[in-house]
């Protein structure tokens, strides 16, 4: 984005491929620069793969989508989230197509919010015009026919889904076969009257960052296009655009594309992500109303006749468990008095936060119970959670926090209004089955595990960087076993390696000094350690959190898109931060192999008749 400022656009789109995981973090920055640049328009997309099936052994076509609105925003990540769930592994590379029949179907829903373009070379109707122009060359009538109608079914496909919103794209290149391809695209936006555009399909900042990018595909496994197909994607100023045109259009017809070009940016308004964090709630007990006649807990009595469905259960459930402890009177009312106190705090943190935060509580009750039905013990409680009598009391945690004298203010205070965060122990085994129990409950998509990113460390730097080097001397890439060696020069402190520049540089701050036999070793490498420097921090790999879950109800696509792990996990694109910001809750349920043990003593012990039969939650607190 500050590259794009910096050479004088008046816009950008950011679509990576199938991917919204840059979203909040671009959409963030957008907000933060409106002010500066009122002008700059920052368009959040995605770059799909778009086929007929999911066969294999096929081609993959780009296809590019651009969200014109927050409700285009939808749109996409609904899109996106039905390629990932039906994704699948071919020629060793993970692949993602959406089809054309979800595409159109789902658009359905969301006409004139979404712009489409053809995207780059690689796209159905690039792929096709080169085939065209090979069958036109050879005389092949029977080809011709076939991709001429392949490209009339295409555009006549597009148009219909994306109307006015539809754009043929061109792309600025002196190579022979963009220029074929780009001179073509003119001639059938002419004869269907599509608008066209450009698309520099930046993947690298600028021609001297070609290398890296180079190296870094050199470094991947799988069927990938080759070196030549990325040679003019980066960003570029305009005249650099107008110059590579020029191979393939005179001046009028430029100065149309980049009118056509600027007319996407106009439609693109600005919307911010970012929303008030809700929280997921559940169906509980309709308490009708009562008169909580004892004026020294006015939350409670509050509570109690309240409108709110999810308060009165709240204070009933709470007020119903502390009865039935059959207290001496001064213990109950002062037990009272402390849920009083906790009542007052819940409220006061959620009407700062708009929210109803006893919600938060009855949900975490209602699936507690839930893991008892599915199994597996719970854990008695982490953390400051346990100071709150009202969490013990909903059995969300196990030690009563007056006998233990634990600090209620730990977990929840005025001070600090903010939504809590409850870890809960589960049995590891268990775990499947409970997720599937919540999911039948909830839909597909109520349960989805938050994602996590993993980057380029250092020591992973290196050895990609070797991988993906390339040199006269080195044609197909440095050693594994050279590669190891270097990496095995990077220092540690704490279990941190030192970073990259650390190691070349030193850092006067942290009193470190250069590696001099990383240094001498890879100055031996020309061009090696520019590579390193620059792939260092990129996004490599994604997971999913170790516990983070998120409940989504109705419509999930107005906060998420989801993708799948490599295990196969479903998760959601974007990680914990940028859940939260776009208004996700998190709950937390980590697995204890403990708990596993635990469960097998309890069985074993009622199986030999050494402790009474009973269910498992009964038995676990005799």
């Given at each position: 984005i500050d590259k794009a400022i910096e050479l004088g656009l008046n816009g950008i789109a950011i679509t990576d491929h199938e991917c919204l995981g840059a979203w909040i973090e671009v959409n963030q920055y957008a907000k933060k620069i409106k002010e500066k640049y009122p002008d700059f328009i920052i368009g959040l997309g995605n770059e799909i793969y778009l086929t007929e099936t999911r066969d294999r052994n096929q081609k993959y076509y780009h296809f590019l989508l651009i969200a014109?609105?927050?409700?285009g925003a939808m749109a996409l990540k609904e899109l996106s989230s039905i390629a990932w769930k039906n994704s699948y592994t071919d020629r060793l590379m993970e692949r993602v197509p959406l089809l054309k029949s979800e595409l159109k179907e789902v658009m359905k829903k969301y006409q004139g919010h979404v712009i489409a373009t053809s995207a780059c070379i690689g796209s159905e109707i690039g792929s096709s015009i080169l085939s065209l122009t090979k069958a036109e060359k050879n005389q092949e009538q029977e080809e011709i026919d076939f991709y001429h109608e392949k490209i009339v079914n295409y555009i006549q496909f597009c148009s219909d889904v994306f109307k006015d919103d539809f754009y043929i794209e061109c792309a600025p290149a002196s190579s022979n076969e963009q220029v074929i391809v780009n001179k073509r695209l003119y001639k059938i936006a002419k004869s269907f009257n599509v608008k066209m555009c450009i698309g520099t399909d930046a993947h690298y900042l600028s021609k001297e960052d070609?290398?890296?990018?180079?190296?870094y595909l050199n470094s991947k496994n799988g069927?990938?296009?080759?070196?030549?197909f990325y040679e003019f994607t980066y960003l570029m100023t305009e005249q650099e655009v107008r110059e590579l045109l020029s191979y393939s259009f005179d001046n009028e017809t430029i100065d149309w594309i980049i009118e056509c070009s600027n007319e996407i940016k106009d439609k693109i308004t600005f919307y911010d992500l970012g929303k008030k964090q809700s929280i997921p709630q559940v169906q509980v007990t309709d308490y009708p109303k009562l008169n909580f006649r004892n004026e020294l807990y006015p939350t409670l009595k509050e509570l109690f006749s309240s409108d709110n469905i999810q308060e009165r259960y709240w204070v009933n459930e709470c007020y119903n468990a502390l009865e039935a402890k059959h207290f001496s009177n001064d213990k109950f009312y002062q037990y009272l008095a402390q849920l009083e106190i906790e009542a007052d705090v819940i409220k006061f943190i959620g009407n700062k936060l708009e929210?109803?935060?006893f919600a938060y509580f009855n949900t975490f009750k209602h699936y507690i119970d839930l893991f008892w039905e599915c199994g597996s013990i719970v854990g008695p409680g982490r953390g400051s959670a346990t100071g709150y009598l009202s969490n013990?009391?909903?059995?969300i945690t196990q030690l009563d926090p007056i006998e233990w004298d634990l600090k209620w203010w730990r977990f929840l205070n005025k001070e600090r209004a903010e939504l809590p965060d409850i870890d809960i122990d589960l049995a590891p085994s268990r775990r499947p089955k409970i997720f599937e129990a919540i999911r039948k409950e909830r839909g597909e998509l109520g349960l989805v595990q938050v994602c996590t990113y993993g980057t380029e460390g250092t020591k992973n730097c290196i050895l990609s960087a070797c991988r993906g080097y390339r040199s006269e001397e080195f044609p197909d890439g440095i050693d594994v076993d050279q590669a190891q060696y270097l990496s095995s020069l990077i220092p540690q402190e704490r279990g941190f390696l030192w970073s990259l520049h650390d190691v070349v540089y030193g850092n006067a701050d942290l009193e470190r000094k250069p590696v001099s036999s990383f240094v001498t070793a890879i100055n031996s490498y020309p061009g090696l350690l520019d590579i390193m420097l620059r792939i260092e921090g990129l996004i490599n790999k994604r997971s999913s959190h170790a516990s983070g879950v998120i409940f989504y109800d109705e419509n999930p696509y107005k906060t998420a898109a989801f993708m799948k792990t490599p295990s196969g996990d479903l998760v959601t694109q974007w990680?914990?931060?940028?859940?939260?910001y776009a208004g996700d809750t998190k709950y937390d349920f980590l697995?204890?192999?403990?708990?596993d043990k635990i469960i097998?003593?309890?069985t074993l012990l009622q199986k030999d008749k050494v402790i009474e039969q009973g269910d498992l939650r009964t038995t676990y607190n005799k």
């Open positions: 014109k609105d927050e409700i070609r290398f890296v990018h180079k190296a069927e990938r296009e080759i070196d030549m929210t109803c935060l013990y009391l909903l059995g990680d914990l931060h940028a859940q939260e697995v204890t192999e403990i708990s097998q003593c309890l």
